[in-house]
Structure formats: structure tokens, C-alpha cells
């Protein structure tokens, strides 16, 4: 499985996937280019981002997973391949 996982994605990205996933919704704000630092997670479908309504003195964002981006994380802490193959394929 973690074979699988690098060749999809590189240690940062699945880094990141579990950082989110252990965030709560909204808990965490991102500027513009703290974004970008998600950028191969929200290409893949596994995350998204939204502007929050605070925009003094610059726009602040949301990161936060996908339900894919959710499925793909809980299937791969919990070792389970069938569960990781179902995640990747949806």
C-alpha cells in the first residue's frame, strides 16, 4: 500500500493529507500562498479551499479535504488495502 501511495503521491502531499485530516473545519487559516502549498491535493480532488469572509488586510482561506481526500487518509492509516483500493477508485 505504501508503495502505491508514493508512486501516486510524494511524502510531502501525504504529509499534508494527514495534517488535514487531523484538522477540525475552519480551525486553520491559509493566505494566498499558503494555499499553493496544497496545490497537488486540491488538483487531485482530495482537498478544496474557500475564501473566508475576514479579508483585512489580505484574503484568508480554508483548506480542507474532500470526502476522497477523507476516505483515501482513514483507509491508509488503517492498513487495509481493500479500503485503500475503494478510496483511490472513487
Same mark, same amino acid.
Given at each position: 500500500?505504501? *508503495?502505491?501511495?508514493?508512486?501516486? @503521491? %510524494?511524502?510531502?502531499? /501525504? %504529509? =499534508?493529507? /494527514? @495534517?488535514?485530516?487531523?484538522?477540525?473545519?475552519?480551525?486553520?487559516?491559509?493566505?494566498? %500562498?499558503? *494555499?499553493?502549498?496544497?496545490?497537488?491535493? /486540491?488538483?487531485?480532488?482530495?482537498?478544496? @479551499?474557500?475564501?473566508?469572509? /475576514? =479579508? @483585512?488586510?489580505?484574503?484568508?482561506?480554508?483548506?480542507? $479535504?474532500?470526502? =476522497?481526500?477523507?476516505?483515501? *487518509?482513514?483507509?491508509? $492509516?488503517?492498513?487495509?488495502?481493500?479500503? $485503500?483500493? =475503494?478510496?483511490?477508485?472513487?
Amino acid at each position: 500500500m505504501l *508503495v502505491a501511495l508514493n508512486e501516486a @503521491f %510524494d511524502k510531502s502531499a /501525504i %504529509d =499534508k493529507l /494527514i @495534517f488535514l485530516n487531523g484538522l477540525a473545519r475552519q480551525s486553520l487559516s491559509f493566505s494566498g %500562498d499558503g *494555499v499553493l502549498q496544497f496545490s497537488k491535493l /486540491i488538483a487531485s480532488g482530495l482537498a478544496e @479551499f474557500q475564501p473566508l469572509t /475576514i =479579508k @483585512f488586510p489580505n484574503p484568508f482561506y480554508e483548506v480542507f $479535504l474532500t470526502d =476522497k481526500g477523507r476516505l483515501l *487518509v482513514e483507509a491508509w $492509516l488503517s492498513g487495509q488495502k481493500d479500503k $485503500l483500493e =475503494k478510496a483511490m477508485s472513487s
